[in-house]
């Protein structure tokens, strides 16, 4: 039996992050790959690699969804970037058309190449119509901080408050992710299911970030879900095979590494 797993999210043209990190994720982890594109960001090498954001119009979103949903009988979706607050419109939308076994939403509230305005707005709508719906969401610091509005986030005790806080949000679990900027020796990501909270830790590989980790650990929770594993261990699995991804890490011209899934 082939399980399904959907991902409706941005492009990134290097492929270190974005769809491409995600249908990857899918593939290695035995779940059939279904992508709806949304915008398409790609690095500028002539401008010190900064954003270059262009958003795939708002019809066209809603007619991927409404294709890849016909064709398939697809119950879990991971929701990356959105972009604009018309592409959350017509996710929202597609979303509510039917039922969903899993949805998993990786917050992403920010591009650099979109005006601070936009980004706002852009947030705003994803918070609002977007998370409500979300059986985990896995935001990184930054996300966190800004979705329980919160000025530092340093402690476990300051991870867990904000998954409780995000949790107030909507989502049946949260997944708090503390990535390199946490503090000390171990990456550390906190799992809260509305009442209790597990710490989930594995040593830091190296002190930079790596493009794609946070994709790919959306990815993987979403491919562990499309498989049949509870909340809690696909949560504990997409960690192992996210570590393994970032320990394998590819490099090339890039001022930055990237997440290789097959590293497992």
């Not at 929202?92 to 190449?113: F, M, T």
């Not at 107030?168 to 909270?197: Q, S």
């Not at 830790?201 to 794609?212: C, I, N, Q, S, T």
């Not at 949560?235 to 996210?242: D, L, S, Y």
């Amino acid at each position: 039996m082939v399980n399904f797993a959907y991902v409706i999210a941005g492009s990134e043209a290097t492929g270190g992050a974005g769809i491409q990190a995600d249908l990857r994720t899918f593939q290695q982890l035995g779940a059939y790959g279904v992508g709806t594109l949304t915008c398409i960001v790609s690095f500028d090498p002539k401008a010190n690699w900064s954003h270059r954001f262009v958003p795939v119009e708002a019809q066209v979103v809603a007619d991927q969804i409404e294709a890849a949903t016909s064709a398939y009988d697809l119950d879990t979706v991971k929701i990356g970037m959105l972009g604009t607050p018309a592409t959350i419109d017509v996710v929202a939308d597609g979303l509510r058309q039917q039922q969903w076994r899993h949805i998993v939403v990786d917050p992403v509230l920010i591009c650099k190449g979109q005006e601070p305005g936009a980004a706002l707005d852009t947030d705003t709508a994803l918070r609002r119509q977007i998370l409500p719906l979300a059986t985990v969401t896995t935001p990184n610091l930054f996300e966190a901080r800004t979705l329980a509005g919160m000025e530092e986030i340093s402690t476990v005790d300051d991870l867990i408050e904000a998954a409780r806080r995000i949790a107030e949000l909507g989502p049946r679990y949260v997944v708090v992710k503390g990535g390199v900027e946490f503090p000390g020796d171990d990456a550390v990501d906190v799992l809260f299911d509305g009442d209790d909270a597990e710490v989930l830790r594995a040593p830091k590989v190296g002190d930079a970030r790596v493009a794609g980790a946070g994709c790919t650990l959306a990815a993987a929770i979403t491919a562990e879900l499309a498989n049949g594993s509870e909340v809690p261990e696909a949560v504990r699995r997409a960690k192992e095979f996210t570590t393994a991804g970032i320990v394998a890490r590819v490099g090339g011209n890039a001022p930055f590494d990237a997440v290789w899934q097959g590293g497992q």
